[in-house]
């Protein structure tokens, strides 16, 4: 039985019956000709079933991203009539030594989205699972999963002010002595790419973890238990236990972080705006200022396709390696 | 599960996609909704009179965080009870890339705030070419600046061309000081040369004083830069490169020279440190609260900087390169223009006129912009009375110039803050960083 058939199993149940009874009326061998036809018609009812996701899903996905790909073949500033200008905005993309930039750090995103924050979540996954139960673990997973939950827009607002020059980070430098260390993080040449992607680790680190936390409570206890029988310790138990068992979560997870540090903006934009100088620029601020501000409309749809393009490779390659058998 | 009907169901899903898909492509023939070149954006013949038995409804899109749009807007409306006025807000970095699309709209506001950027809408004849109303006004000897909003077919050159609005409140940039510090340290001011600002700025920062506080997070240098640039370069060159002139340049080496003062600034220390951390807003805060000596900034600093400081606040204007020479500034100011569309030009056309005469004079300086009608303006005493003073001085020199990042290109601000914090941060020198102005401006102007 194929999906379709098991999802509308009942509901075209009369208009087979009376197929059926057609057939049953002729030849056999006419026989396996009805039986398709039924088939194909409850294909068509689950399509049916399907088209109050597919529509919407087509007119406000699908069909922006088409139009995104027509009007990046256009040089077009948004106000007056295009012209047609083929693949030339691709061209332009490849040799822009600001669009190298936005893609490395958006490369060195990934480090701060992905890396640090899967292997913070595993940890404090693996931490608050084993104390399950005990008093102030909800507490505990409600604090870690808060950032998940601000809008971006404020989160940006708020590390503003820890990373300003007499913000809460430099006072805490300043307060255990380290006074020689602060610096203005977000004007920082060295620092502004690293300071805005400790914000995203901030978070997505609750994500990642909530995404281990249920997978660790899909795990069988009783392989936990026979691991203690032979003498595991908490760090065995996690390395030989959680982490192989955890594949699926990993593949989630890594692809909701990865889309999140190739996609970023709205962090950068409120914290840096892409400065100093062009040390925080990442692919989205540059669509967004082509798009609005230099009324560059075709290169900034040509730039999104192929961003949108990098993403898919990056997730499809992803989810191809986690679903090898370890 | 058999292959062939799965992959069959697939087919059939994807193909309806597409169907849909298609339909809906062909549905929106618009797919690039350019203007189309037919849409009247002339006024033709028009008059000064409006319809006073007629309900009319204007909309009013602006950026302005002042009184001033609000106040302007009241006013009107009690002088003309027919007609209403609906003002549609929005904050400033919004507005700016947002405006164009709100302006190709099909509901577009009547009148909205001129701002870099909306030169696109000339060609796509989105804006309603003023002139025969600004005649029949006489909008010539009413407004002071009517250059900056005056445009090329293409809109790429400003200052020649055809008028699209006025510009009700003017704003320009001088130099706040803290009156206390400055008789604390002895330095005398104001100083009559740029020579003898910098030596106050030396005096205040052996004293351990930050000299001019600033904030370049955002770009805040841009003030210094522009001021400079003003006092250093000829008008005929600021003018032909910010106003987008074909094949002007700014590699020029009277820029060379503006660009490498603020930088000596910078390095010597006389700057806010870390200047590229800090933002424009929080600059001028923290000068108010009384951190720093001076602060190069706009009028529109003014109210912020005598709340903080009270009588200990004082202003005076960017200094010339030589003794006596001509006051030479840069200021913009809140330019309303109106909308092709707009299906109430007579009426909009009595707005703008409303805002050069006396009554609307009070309400503009009241929200700190000098008023076209300078005479007009009640004097006032403290920190604002000062700046006035300064305003007037500016006017009698004809010295406000046009920042040059509002109409050299519409990508300019961006390019602006990136370089100046290029240049801040030690990692690009004078003649890059001009170079790399260039290289936006001719990008534009190719």
């Known amino acids: 039985m194929t999906t379709a058939d098991r999802l509308t199993g009942p509901a075209p149940a009369p208009g087979a019956q009376s197929r059926v009874e057609r057939g049953a009326g002729g030849t056999a061998r006419k026989h396996p000709r009805p039986a398709r036809s039924g088939r194909r018609r409850r294909r068509a009812v689950a399509l049916l079933y399907l088209l109050p996701a597919l529509l919407p899903y087509t007119l406000f996905a699908v069909l922006p991203l088409l139009h995104t790909a027509y009007l990046s073949l256009f040089d077009w500033d948004g106000v007056t009539l295009p012209s047609f200008v083929g693949l030339d905005n691709y061209g332009r993309i490849v040799t822009d030594p600001q669009l190298r930039a936005a893609a490395w750090h958006a490369g060195a995103l990934i480090l701060f989205f992905s890396v640090l924050p899967i292997c913070l979540g595993l940890v404090s996954a693996a931490i608050v699972s084993r104390r399950a139960g005990r008093r102030g673990t909800t507490l505990v997973r409600t604090v870690l999963f808060l950032p998940q939950v601000i809008p971006l827009v404020a989160v940006g607002i708020l590390w503003r002010w820890v990373y300003a020059e007499d913000g809460t980070l430099n006072q805490a430098l300043r307060a255990i002595g380290l006074g020689g260390l602060t610096d203005a993080w977000l004007g920082s040449f060295t620092w502004a790419l690293p300071a805005v992607g400790l914000i995203g680790s901030w978070v997505v680190s609750g994500l990642c973890m909530v995404l281990f936390l249920s997978g660790t409570q899909r795990i069988d206890p009783e392989i936990y238990e026979a691991a203690r029988m032979d003498g595991a310790g908490p760090v065995r138990e996690f390395t030989a236990i959680t982490v192989p068992l955890l594949r699926p979560e990993f593949a989630v997870a890594l692809s909701i972080t990865v889309i999140a540090a190739l996609s970023s903006f709205d962090l950068i934009y409120i914290t840096t705006g892409g400065g100093p100088g062009n040390s925080t620029v990442v692919p989205g601020i540059l669509i967004y200022r082509l798009a609005f501000g230099g009324g560059a409309v075709g290169v900034a749809s040509a730039l999104a396709i192929v961003l949108t393009v990098v993403i898919s490779i990056a997730v499809l390659v992803i989810n191809r390696l986690s679903r090898e058998a370890p | ?446």
């Open chain 2, 1 to 446: 599960m058999s292959p062939s009907p799965s992959s069959l169901s697939r087919r059939t899903f994807l193909t309806a996609t597409g169907a849909v898909g298609a339909a809906a492509l062909t549905a929106c023939s618009d797919l690039t909704p350019g203007a189309s070149s037919s849409e009247k954006s002339s006024s033709g013949p028009v008059s000064t009179a409006i319809p006073a038995d007629e309900k009319i409804t204007l909309v009013v899109a602006d950026a302005d965080d002042t009184t001033m749009t609000p106040g302007l807007i009241a006013a009107f409306r009690e002088k003309h009870p027919n007609i209403t006025v609906k003002r549609n807000y929005t904050g400033w970095d919004d507005y700016l890339k947002s405006i164009n699309t709100t302006m190709s709209a099909d509901s577009a506001p009547d009148i909205a705030q001129f701002t870099s950027g909306m030169q696109n809408l000339v060609p796509g004849r989105l804006l309603l070419k003023v002139g025969e109303y600004g005649k029949a006004y006489g909008w010539a000897e009413k407004f002071p600046g009517l250059d900056q909003i005056t445009l090329t077919p293409d809109g790429k050159t400003v200052g020649t061309g055809d008028l699209y609005g006025v510009g009700a409140g003017l704003s320009f940039e001088g130099v706040y000081y803290n009156k206390a510090k400055a008789q604390k340290l002895g330095l005398t001011v104001p100083p009559a040369t740029l020579d003898e600002l910098e030596a106050l700025f030396a005096k205040a920062k052996a004293a351990g004083e930050t000299a001019l506080v600033a904030g370049n997070l955002d770009g805040g240098l841009n003030h210094a830069f522009n001021v400079l640039l003003s006092a250093y370069l000829t008008p005929k060159d600021r003018e032909a490169w910010a106003y987008g002139h074909q094949s002007a340049t700014i590699v020029l080496p009277e820029a060379e020279k503006a660009a490498e003062t603020l930088k000596r600034w910078v390095d010597k220390g006389y700057v806010t440190p870390k200047v590229n951390g800090v933002s424009d807003n929080d600059a001028t805060a923290a000068f108010a609260k009384g951190e720093g000596v001076f602060r190069i900034s706009g009028n529109w600093a003014a109210a912020a900087v005598a709340e903080g400081l009270g009588e200990g606040a004082g202003y005076f204007n960017m200094p010339p390169v030589t003794s006596g020479g001509k006051v030479r500034t840069t200021g913009a100011g809140v330019y309303y223009c109106v909308s092709s569309k707009s299906k109430n030009a007579a009426a909009v056309a009595a707005f703008l006129d409303f805002t050069a005469g006396a009554e609307a004079a009070a309400i503009t300086a009241k929200a700190g912009f000098m008023a076209p009608d300078a005479g007009a303006m009640p004097s006032q005493s403290g920190l604002l009375g000062d700046v006035q003073q300064g305003w007037q001085t500016v006017v009698k020199d004809a010295g406000l110039q046009p920042f040059i990042q509002n109409s050299s290109s519409p990508t300019m601000g961006d390019t602006l803050t990136t370089q100046l914090q290029l240049l801040a941060g030690g990692k690009a020198t004078a003649g890059k960083f001009l170079a790399g102005l260039q290289t936006d401006f001719e990008n534009y102007h190719k």
